[in-house]
Each structure stands twice: as C-alpha cells, then as structure tokens.
C-alpha cells in the first residue's frame, strides 16, 4: 500500500479508495482540492492530533506601545430620527499573531508581583519558617502560598485577553503605559494547527483519510445527482443521489467518532 506523504499523494490515495482508475470518478480536480481542504480544517478543528498546545514568546516593541496607546475612529453613526451623531473609537491595544494559532489559553504573568526587598511578604515567609524545611511542615508552606496566589488573584488580578482566531491579534485590555515597556517578553500559551508541509505524517492519518474519501464520494453523489433518472446508452441509470446519501451517512458516522474518541475535552473550571 502506497503511504501518502504530500498532498498529491493523498488526492490519489483518495480516488483510489472510489475506484479509480477502474471506474471514472466524476470530480473536478479544482474540486477534490476543495474537498481536502475542506477535511484539513475540520481536522485541525477538532481532532486532537490537527494541534499542538505549543508556548510561544514574543518581544514587545516601541511600535506595539505607540500603537496600543492611540485610537482607531469607527465609523460616524446616528440615531433613527438623524438628530444625534456620535463617533465611536476602539483601542488599537493588540499584538499580531501567527494565523496558525486557533485558540490562546491564558498569558503568562510579564512582572513578578512581588518585589525582592526585606520587606516583601514571601521575603518574610522564607526567612521565618523556611531556612530549614525540616524545622516546618511543607502542608503549611503549600496551603500559605496557595492563600498568596488567590490574594494576588483579588486584589491585582490577571491581564484580560482576547483572540478570535479569523484576526490573528491578541488584545491584552491593560495599560500599555505603566503595565509593560519595550524589550519585555509575552509568553503565551496556545493551540497551534499542523502544518501537513512541515509534518507530513499528517497525511497518513486514518480518520482524515477516511473524512477526505467521503466528501469527495458526495461531492461525486451531487454532481452526477443533475442526470438523475436519465437513461444513458446501453440501458445504464445514473445513481447520483444514491451515492450523496451513502457518503453522507459515512460522514456522520466519522463526525460521531470524532466527538467521542478524538476530540479535545472542554476546558473547565473549580471555584
């Protein structure tokens, strides 16, 4: 058995797997590129193996700042009766990010809360209880600094994010001020798509063989389905709605399988 390896390789290890070149498969080649682009998204989409939870860094520049800190006027509106106009504007507080990025979890902290002086609170905890960890119980260190963690949480808090994957930007809503300067670095954490050209394993994969096959197989159903009923030479019926309605069904089968077996799980949240 051939290994498909490119995707010149896959397309003909998908024809293959409807019967060509014994039978001919009525598909345009513009449209069995379609159909794998088509499987190639909904792979990355929701089978666990289409992503990478990966951590990327990115170097803040002046220009991120400068741009941060201005406003980008929208669009004038006004009311139903015309006698009030207003002008919205929107901050331009967002660093780009690779397009192959589909969801970003969290930002990693750019400060220490904290500042390393004699004064500093967890300074204090180290030199009282903990010069020796023999001399204290390390339940009581965990349960202490579990207490600091959630006081950090209420009274500073994290930086609110937002991504939408279609825009490539990450808004981080702080102040770009006073909250970050030029030269620091943006650790992210994230769900990155593969790349088949760089991982080309990815072309062998059973269930994206099989999802691949089947939309070809129906976009072959829905292209023969016009001459549905027409009586070709020799007696022979086309039976395109047959084959659209057999496809669909293997397609439903796989979207199942992939919701049970290969999806990631939701993430969630103990309070």
Same mark, same amino acid.
């Given at each position: 058995m051939a290994t498909p390896t490119t995707r010149t390789t896959f397309k003909d290890y998908c024809l293959r797997s409807l019967g060509k070149p014994v039978i001919e498969i009525n598909v345009d080649p513009d449209q069995v590129d379609d159909r794998?682009?088509?499987?190639?998204? #909904?792979?990355?989409? #929701?089978? #666990?193996?289409?992503?990478?939870?990966?951590?990327?860094?990115y170097q803040v520049t002046e220009a991120d700042i400068t741009r941060a800190r201005s406003d980008n006027s929208l669009t004038q509106v006004t009311d139903i009766d015309g006698s009030t106009t207003a002008t919205w504007k929107e901050q331009k507080n967002y660093i780009p990010v690779p397009s192959s990025i589909m969801s970003i979890i969290q930002v990693f902290p750019m400060t220490d809360k904290h500042a390393l002086n004699m004064f500093d609170l967890k300074y204090q905890l180290r030199l009282n209880d903990l010069y020796d960890f023999s001399s204290t119980s390390i339940i009581h260190y965990e349960m202490t600094m579990k207490h600091l963690d959630f006081l950090d949480h209420v009274l500073i808090g994290e930086v609110p994010i937002r991504h939408n994957q279609h825009q490539n930007r990450l808004y981080l809503d702080m102040d770009f001020q006073t909250d970050i300067s030029a030269d620091e670095h943006i650790i992210i954490e994230c769900y990155r798509k593969l790349d088949p050209a760089t991982y080309?394993?990815?072309?062998?994969?059973?269930?994206?063989?099989? #999802?691949?096959?089947?939309?070809?197989?129906?976009?072959?159903?829905a292209n023969l389905s016009k001459f549905q009923g027409v009586q070709m030479l020799g007696g022979v019926t086309m039976n395109g709605e047959q084959i659209y309605t057999q496809a669909q069904e293997e397609l439903n089968k796989l979207e199942e399988q992939i919701q049970l077996a290969?999806?990631?799980?939701p993430t969630y949240m103990v309070g």
């Open positions: 794998i682009d088509e499987a190639l998204q #909904y792979f990355s989409q #929701y089978h #666990y193996d289409g992503v990478e939870r990966m951590y990327l860094k080309s394993d990815i072309w062998n994969d059973i269930f994206l063989k099989k #999802y691949a096959t089947q939309l070809i197989k129906r976009q072959w159903g290969f999806e990631l799980p």
